[in-house]
């Protein structure tokens, strides 16, 4: 069977991940697109394997904040495993690419029947909590430098390149501060010889220099993901 690229998918038994394959589409993911909004019902699940996603929370018509990222490693949608069909967070394409999509219905039959899919996603819904605890915390405790440092190797380990494009406003959006801090923050990255970043692109020069500038949240979040979906994590949700 061909590669998948969806790290969900490919941990299940042969037979699971061919009857999951089955009922999938293959869909193409285009930046800015919304695929969710809070308290809407979920009519498809996401399992990307090129694109990834930003989840935001969103609170009094404020702008809202990103609490967590969804590329390769996980799925859009985890919560129906719950038997919720409402999304608690708006779900905003960060990065263009390619996803499985699969009928929220046919997905819950799907689930029901495969033992293996609902062990892994009780375990990958234990890994969105655990991210979406760490970035409300990390948004209150932690310097926007190292947020920032944070934020850059996340989308970098779902970007899967070294390159990538996001505007100062967007970063703010996410990020949850004023474009001016983050303009201060990513010039005091490239100071430092870490980045390379002009108009909107960047460019990470050093990854393990940019580990040691981020905030804690980052190793953290690698390794709870390694602990709790077997083997070692491809991405730090």
Same mark, same amino acid.
């Given at each position: 069977?061909?590669?998948?690229?969806?790290?969900? #998918?490919?941990?299940?038994?042969?037979?699971?991940?061919?009857?999951?394959?089955? #009922?999938?589409?293959?869909?193409?993911?285009?930046?800015?697109?919304?695929?969710?909004? =809070?308290?809407? =019902?979920?009519?498809?699940?996401?399992?990307?394997?090129?694109?990834?996603?930003?989840?935001?929370?969103?609170?009094?018509?404020?702008?809202?904040?990103?609490?967590?990222?969804?590329?390769?490693?996980?799925?859009?949608?985890?919560?129906?495993?719950?038997?919720?069909?409402?999304? =608690?967070?708006?779900?905003?394409?960060?990065? =263009?690419?390619?996803?499985?999509?699969?009928?929220?219905?046919?997905?819950?039959?799907?689930?029901?029947?495969?033992?293996?899919?609902?062990?892994?996603?009780?375990?990958?819904?234990?890994?969105?909590?655990?991210?979406?605890?760490?970035?409300?915390?990390?948004?209150?405790?932690?310097?926007?430098?190292?947020?920032?440092?944070?934020?850059?190797?996340?989308?970098?380990?779902?970007?899967?390149?070294?390159?990538?494009?996001?505007?100062?406003?967007?970063?703010?959006?996410?990020?949850?501060?004023?474009?001016?801090?983050?303009?201060?923050?990513?010039?005091?990255?490239?100071?430092?010889?870490? #980045?390379?970043?002009?108009?909107?692109?960047?460019?990470?020069?050093?990854?393990?220099?940019?580990?040691?500038?981020?905030?804690?949240?980052?190793?953290?979040?690698?390794?709870?993901?390694?602990?709790?979906?077997?083997?070692?994590?491809?991405?730090?949700?």
């Amino acid at each position: 069977m061909a590669t998948v690229q969806n790290h969900l #998918i490919e941990r299940l038994p042969r037979k699971d991940r061919v009857r999951l394959l089955a #009922i999938c589409e293959p869909v193409q993911l285009a930046l800015s697109e919304v695929l969710c909004e =809070p308290g809407t =019902p979920t009519r498809h699940v996401y399992f990307p394997t090129e694109g990834f996603i930003s989840l935001v929370a969103l609170l009094d018509g404020s702008p809202g904040v990103e609490v967590g990222m969804v590329g390769r490693e996980g799925m859009l949608g985890a919560q129906v495993a719950l038997g919720v069909v409402t999304s =608690p967070l708006h779900a905003l394409v960060q990065g =263009p690419g390619a996803a499985w999509r699969v009928d929220t219905g046919a997905f819950r039959k799907e689930l029901a029947a495969s033992a293996a899919l609902q062990r892994g996603l009780n375990r990958y819904l234990y890994v969105l909590m655990a991210q979406q605890a760490a970035s409300a915390a990390c948004l209150r405790f932690h310097l926007i430098g190292p947020r920032l440092a944070r934020w850059l190797l996340m989308t970098q380990d779902r970007a899967h390149s070294d390159s990538f494009h996001v505007t100062q406003a967007f970063l703010a959006y996410m990020l949850g501060v004023r474009r001016v801090g983050v303009t201060a923050a990513a010039g005091a990255l490239q100071r430092s010889g870490l #980045i390379e970043y002009h108009r909107g692109d960047f460019r990470v020069l050093d990854r393990s220099g940019l580990e040691a500038a981020a905030c804690g949240c980052y190793a953290a979040g690698r390794q709870s993901y390694a602990e709790l979906l077997d083997g070692p994590s491809p991405v730090a949700p």
